[in-house]
């Protein structure tokens, strides 16, 4: 069994008895400490009183530890050094370096949009742990609210910061249709909405919850009086840009936030708009004070402005 001492043993007593357990000599003990070697004396005896262990023999022929002695100059050298690692574990996480960050994601998006900002953010702080949660657009701000996440992200075109709330854009994209490379307008430089009022357009989401891609896309259209086809929902990115690839339809994408999809093309389109564009936003509790998010968001920006 390990030898337990009382847990209200100060720890400078540890550190007194490791320097002289080390040196076995109270002389150099107390010059290495940079104290008086009647205080060391003294200190080493309240820590023999306090557990009720002798752990020095000292006589004309020098210091000894006894057995009691041995076993707590290893338990000691542990705890001190699991103090340190204490020590510099709190300060990796007041500066950032350190923690568990929780991040709500946007489903089949965050490849195209966070794969580069968490590669980075993990060379940069590879003692960070992150998580990505798919939360539903709709959720996010009861989420932060609740803590369950400590960063989101928002395409609400009215976001403001509040009493509650910080926000700081960090994406902006244009619209683009995207297509089969067996599409008969694959091959154009150019295409105008109208041109698709055949075609089955989708959008990733649910009837009636997340459907964020779908209100965008009817607001576009019905703001141009463009007639088409109903609307398709499929469940996330992979299944639609499936359905693109084998020409069923097209959609109405924005490339930012999506990476190069085999045998789909994405072309740029005629029409023009301030509706056209779509901005990202990330938010996060503003009494949050988390160095974690602050580094998060910094390294997004960086992303960002790389790939303008």
């Known amino acids: 069994m390990p030898f337990r001492y009382q847990l209200w043993m100060e720890l400078r007593h540890l550190k007194y008895f490791i320097a002289v357990a080390e040196t076995l000599n109270f002389r150099r003990a107390a010059e290495r400490l940079n104290v008086a070697q009647p205080a060391l004396s003294r200190q080493i005896k309240d820590l023999e009183s306090s557990i009720s262990v002798k752990l020095l023999d000292r006589d004309t022929g020098g210091t000894r530890l006894t057995e009691a002695g041995v076993v707590l100059l290893e ?40 794969s580069d900002t968490l590669s980075r953010f993990r060379v940069a702080y590879p003692k960070v742990d992150v998580s990505l949660h798919d939360i539903g657009y709709r959720d996010l701000m009861s989420e932060l609210r609740a803590g369950s996440v400590h960063l989101g992200f928002s395409f609400d075109p009215n976001l403001r910061e509040t009493r509650e709330f910080k926000s700081v854009q960090v994406v902006k994209s244009r619209a683009r249709i995207a297509m089969s490379v067996q599409h008969p307008l694959a091959k154009q430089d150019l295409v105008s909405l109208k041109d698709f009022d055949e075609d089955h357009i989708f959008c990733i989401g649910k009837a009636g919850m997340y459907d964020l891609h779908r209100r965008v896309t009817q607001s576009i259209l019905s703001e141009r009086n463009i007639y088409h086809k109903p609307l398709k929902f499929v469940a996330n990115l992979e299944l639609m840009m499936t359905m693109l690839a084998g020409n069923y339809g097209v959609s109405l994408v924005f490339p930012r936030f999506f990476g190069d999809i085999p045998q789909v093309v994405i072309k740029p389109i005629l029409e023009d708009g301030d509706d056209l564009e779509i901005f990202l936003s990330a938010v996060w509790r503003r009494n949050l004070q988390s160095t974690l998010v602050n580094n998060f968001v910094e390294i997004l920006h960086s992303v960002d402005l790389d790939q303008r």
């Open 75 to 114: 338990e000691a050298r542990d705890i001190m050094e699991r103090i340190d690692m204490a020590r510099e574990m709190a300060r990796d996480a007041q500066a950032g370096r350190r923690g568990h960050l929780q991040i709500a994601g946007l489903g089949s998006m965050s490849l195209g949009l966070l």
